[in-house]
């Protein structure tokens, strides 16, 4: 991002307490948020449930529990929607560099993508 963001900052008893960020900023930093928190307590629930009761692969799940589309997931790669899908078919063979720009780009470990 080339141009600056302006953030307002507000503050209660002389202390900053908030910050305004524009919408669009917000939901650009919103999944690595989400996903600093799930790094901080390990595999979430829901990413365990939908692999383990309903079968979804890890990449997919994780994508998922992200809330971030087939598309996002590759322009942060830069590779092809095509691909992603390719990624998050059961059974798919992905190599460990490829796990660890998946993991780069969903903001987890590597580790974090076994189930």
Known sequence: MSTRTEYQT???????AFVLVPWEE?????????????????I????????ILRDVPPIKAWREHLGITQEELASRMGI????????????????????DKVAAA?????????L
């Open 10 to 16: 507000i503050e209660h008893g002389g202390q900053p």
């Open 26 to 42: 917000f939901n650009r930093i919103r999944p690595l948020l989400e996903a600093e928190s799930a790094r901080a307590t390990g």
């Open 44 to 51: 979430p629930q829901p990413v365990v449930e939908a692999h």
């Open 80 to 99: 092809s929607q095509a691909a992603v899908a390719k990624l998050e078919r059961p059974n798919s063979r992905t190599r460990a560099a490829t796990l």
């Open 106 to 114: 969903l903001g987890i470990n590597r580790a974090q993508l076994y």
